[in-house]
């Protein structure tokens, strides 16, 4: 099993960003698919989820980026997309993909993509 993150970058302040989340070796649509990001000497945050259940569709963010991150799933290609809209010098952080099918499971990480913002 691997999930593979891409798409971090520079950018300055006010521009946009998509992230990817590729899955091999499982079903991504069976999975609750999160981002987390982490910032120099900060701790790990959590920053959107995507829900399996319902369809797949719930999701929620972290209130520092709400209105402008939407996460978002294609089944077919197997991959959670993290689209970053009027990014903010304090998004800067390494972000991680992780997925998991039940709240007792192991979940599995990808390795981070670095964005990095700028004023």
């Known amino acids: 099993v691997q999930l593979q993150a891409s798409g971090g970058g520079l950018v300055q302040a006010g521009g946009s960003l998509r992230l990817s989340c590729e899955a091999n070796?499982?079903?991504?649509?069976?999975?609750?698919a999160y981002w987390y990001r982490q910032a120099p000497g900060k701790e790990r945050e959590l920053v959107a989820t995507l829900s399996s259940a319902g369809g797949g569709s719930a999701t929620n963010y972290a209130d520092s980026v709400k209105g402008r991150f939407t996460i978002s799933r294609d089944n077919a290609a197997n991959t959670v997309y993290l689209q970053m809209d009027n990014l903010e010098v304090e998004d800067t952080a390494t972000y991680y993909c992780?997925?998991?099918?039940?709240?007792?499971?192991?979940?599995?990480w990808g390795r981070g993509t670095l964005v990095t913002v700028s004023s």
């Open positions: 992780s997925a998991q099918i039940h709240s007792r499971s192991k979940p599995y």
């Open positions: 070796g499982l079903r991504l649509s069976l999975y609750t």
